[in-house]
């Protein structure tokens, strides 16, 4: 018997639909693993009349029977983590926290606060969390592990020489000098709530696999935001892509089964940072009001824009992704006319691939018919003619088959072909 374990990523530029699909599956799972990003992810669940918002929390925790893990791999934010914790009954048995996961603390979002300011108009627009300088640290092989909370007194002084080594950065950035004192209570009282989920969490997803147990794995972030695939510098701080699953959870090439890609029928991104097929007219507004297009995280209003088909190839094969799960086809209801950028030009040139800078590139476009009512839909031969035609013609531009739909934000509103 195969043992391994099946994956989810985004394949755009985050807030694909990510969380409504890791909540379907998770229902036939055993295991939910994150294993990149931190906090800047917002993941949105709706079951009924609850929405859900998840930022650190795996999305398998609304199946009470999965058990859900926190990966090396992912930045991690105690006081973050423990105000999302607060919105479920006890997690004690059914989640785990690597002990290698890098702490990301208060002034890890001061940094990264102050580094966008000095930037001005060169700002990556980050979420502001922190991102960027707890990975930064992480490389400098300066950062500290979740592992470290178990000796509070022993983490508190190796901070106090943190901020020794880097004060005159600091000074400039306006980042002070955490209090002594305050700094030992506050890593104490993280230390009392989380120290019963912190364990080797390799080791327990090895354990499930070996046991045959059915193992998701949760991306966070897109293709494109991926810090050595996406539109460097305007990306995150990970590997966001299916590599970063193994490093991210330590697991090898060989454990990882069924790979789901997850992108919207059209595209938005939040930040700055190129986005060819971005619309910033009518058409642009109205996926961004119909699509309800503002951050999870942030609440910034989203960049919007029609699918690209040239990014999604690129995405396909670096993910070697075997379906697509294309979301909020609904939103594309009622548009006379659909958009898809099926080639760049570039300096008078067009090309078929995501160039080194995606700054220089302007998107060609295929027209297609527009549909009136996808809303709701539950199955391929109830969508309308050219909805259906729309699918059908992106799966041969992208190489791929798009084997889930969904067609509103409800776990059941959902096609499985
Ligand atoms: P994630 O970060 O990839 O998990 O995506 P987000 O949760 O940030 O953004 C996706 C948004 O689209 C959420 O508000 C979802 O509830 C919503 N959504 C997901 N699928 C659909 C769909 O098929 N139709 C519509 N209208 N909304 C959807
Ligand atoms: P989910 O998991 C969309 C974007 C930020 C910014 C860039 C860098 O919900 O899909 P960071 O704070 O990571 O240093 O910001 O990455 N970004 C996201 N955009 N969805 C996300 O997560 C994102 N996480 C980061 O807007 O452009
Ligand atoms: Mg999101």
Not at 12 to 23: L, N, P, R, S, T
Not at 294 to 318: K, S
Not at 403 to 408: C, F, P, Q, R, V
Request: with cysteine; aromatic share 8%; proline share 4%.
């Amino acid at each position: 018997m195969k043992r391994q374990a099946n994956l989810i990523v985004g394949l755009q530029w985050g807030d694909e639909g990510k969380g409504k699909i890791v909540d379907h599956m998770a229902q036939t799972h055993d295991y939910v693993c994150r294993f990149a990003g931190g906090h800047n992810a917002g993941h949105t669940i709706v079951v009924g009349d609850k929405t859900y918002a998840l930022h650190l929390i795996p999305s398998g925790v609304l199946n009470p029977k999965a058990i859900n893990i926190v990966g090396n791999g992912v930045v991690f934010s105690p006081s973050d983590f423990i105000k999302e914790m607060e919105q479920f009954d006890n997690l004690e048995g059914r989640l785990y926290l690597s002990d290698k996961a890098q702490l990301l603390l208060s002034y890890h979002s001061k940094i990264d606060q102050a580094r966008e300011r000095m930037k001005g108009d060169k700002a990556i627009g980050t979420t502001g969390k922190g991102i960027g300088p707890a990975y930064g640290d992480k490389v400098a092989r300066v950062g500290h592990r979740l592992g470290e909370l178990h000796n509070p007194q022993k983490l508190t002084k190796k901070i106090l020489e943190y901020f020794k080594m880097n004060s005159a950065i600091f000074d400039v950035m306006g980042v002070d000098t955490p209090n002594e004192d305050e700094l030992l209570s506050e890593l104490i009282e993280y230390k009392e709530v989380l120290e019963p989920y912190i364990t080797d969490t390799t080791l327990l997803v090895w354990k499930a696999l070996d046991e045959g147990k059915k193992v998701l794995l949760e991306g966070a972030q897109g293709t494109m935001l991926d810090i050595d695939h996406g539109t460097y510098p305007y990306v995150t701080s990970s590997t966001t892509v299916s590599a970063g699953a193994c490093s991210g959870l330590g697991l090898n090439p060989k454990d990882i089964g069924a790979v789901t890609g997850i992108a919207k029928a059209y595209c938005t991104r939040v930040g700055n940072g190129p986005f060819p097929s971005e619309d910033l007219g009518e058409d642009g507004e109205r996926l961004r009001k119909s699509g309800h297009e503002y951050g999870t995280t942030t609440g910034r209003p989203r960049r919007c824009g029609w699918f690209d088909a040239v990014a999604m190839r690129h995405a396909v094969r670096i993910n070697g992704v075997e379906q697509v799960a294309l979301m909020k086809l609904d939103v594309l209801d009622g548009f006379k006319e659909i958009k898809v950028c099926v080639a760049y030009e570039v300096e008078g040139n067009r090309i078929d691939y995501v160039p080194y800078d995606l700054e220089d590139a302007t998107a060609i476009y295929e027209i297609f018919d527009g549909w009136e009512n996808s809303c709701g839909a539950r199955s391929f031969e109830e969508l309308p003619k050219n909805a259906q035609e729309y699918i059908l013609s992106l799966e041969k531009m992208i190489n791929c088959p798009i084997g889930i739909i969904s067609t509103s934000p409800e776990r059941e509103d959902t096609i499985i072909r």
